[in-house]
């Protein structure tokens, strides 16, 4: 119990900077101590990731983060055969080994994967706590402390990458969304080193930017991105360069809207 506590003690000391929003981090340790699974809303480069490693750290629970794309398979995440040496072995994937280790696996973004995907996930997200493998022949039951947590963004969504109700009625539930201007300011200063009151004019204008999310821009800014113009321009480089760098080029590829955009950067800093 005291190496264990010690592990726990150790890995909140290093767990990554996540200031929260709300009671997110208390809702999380509540569905750790009782085998629930855990889905995450929210738009992109608002802090989801940030949040799961910043738990397990907190936890003491090692992570597999898995970022789903459009090929990635039920065999992906369990495992399957393979040739070593001349023989053929068996090598879990990402999810077994979290389901073996009572570890904590991550599906980034889960409605980008392959339908067979949320199959396999349903019998670990009820009482039963199992993953069958039928390549095998076994049928794991979780150990201790494994925890499934998944993420998508809900403003990509459309009908033919949506997560079914029966699945997303599986899981506890979190909408994420960035966080106020107060709570990003101290956000990006402490990831950046960029003093506070730089920062300030980032967000605000990011602010700005958010509110043309659906006219001009598919998506907002996210709070990565501040981060990355707040980084630029600690280190020394202009102000402008760094917004242009980090927070337009990023968002469009269209020449008018940058020039848009770019004229509302001149009116939040002169």
């Known amino acids: 119990m005291d190496g264990a506590m010690t592990q726990q003690q150790k890995g909140a000391a290093d767990a990554p900077f996540y200031l929260a929003q709300g009671d997110e981090c208390a809702?999380?340790?509540a569905a750790s101590d009782n085998n629930l699974p855990v889905l995450l809303k929210g738009p992109t480069g608002c802090g989801k990731t940030r949040f799961v490693s910043?738990?397990?750290a907190q936890l003491g629970r090692p992570l597999y983060t898995v970022a789903c794309h459009d090929d990635?398979?039920?065999?992906?995440l369990i495992g399957r055969y393979l040739l070593k040496g001349g023989e053929t072995v068996w090598v879990d994937g990402p999810l077994t080994r979290?389901?073996?280790?009572?570890?904590i696996c991550y599906l980034d973004e889960?409605?980008?994967a392959r339908k067979d995907v949320t199959v396999v996930l349903h019998p670990l997200t009820d009482d039963r706590r199992i993953l069958p493998i039928d390549r095998t022949g076994e049928e794991l039951e979780a150990a201790p402390g494994f925890m499934l947590v998944a993420s998508y963004n809900p403003g990509y969504q459309?009908?033919?990458k949506t997560l079914k109700p029966s699945t997303r009625q599986?899981?506890?539930?979190?909408?994420f969304d960035f966080p106020t201007p107060e709570l990003e300011i101290k956000v990006v200063a402490q990831e950046s080193g960029l003093s506070a009151d730089r920062v300030a004019p980032l967000v605000r204008l990011a602010g700005k930017l958010r509110g043309l999310k659906g006219q001009d821009l598919e998506e907002g800014v996210s709070t990565r991105l501040i981060v990355y113009a707040a980084t630029l321009i600690a280190t020394g480089m202009s102000v402008d360069r760094a917004i242009e760098a980090a927070m337009i080029e990023p968002l469009t590829d269209d020449a008018d809207v940058k020039r848009g955009l770019l004229d509302l950067v001149t009116a939040?800093?002169?």
Do not use: C, K, P, Y
């Open 158 to 160: 459309n009908i033919l």
């Open 110 to 112: 889960v409605v980008e």
């Open 268 to 270: 939040v800093f002169g």
């Open 72 to 76: 990635l398979s039920a065999a992906d």
């Open 27 to 29: 809702l999380f340790q």
């Open 170 to 175: 599986r899981f506890v539930a979190m909408e």
């Open 54 to 56: 910043h738990m397990a």
């Open 98 to 103: 979290a389901v073996r280790e009572g570890a």
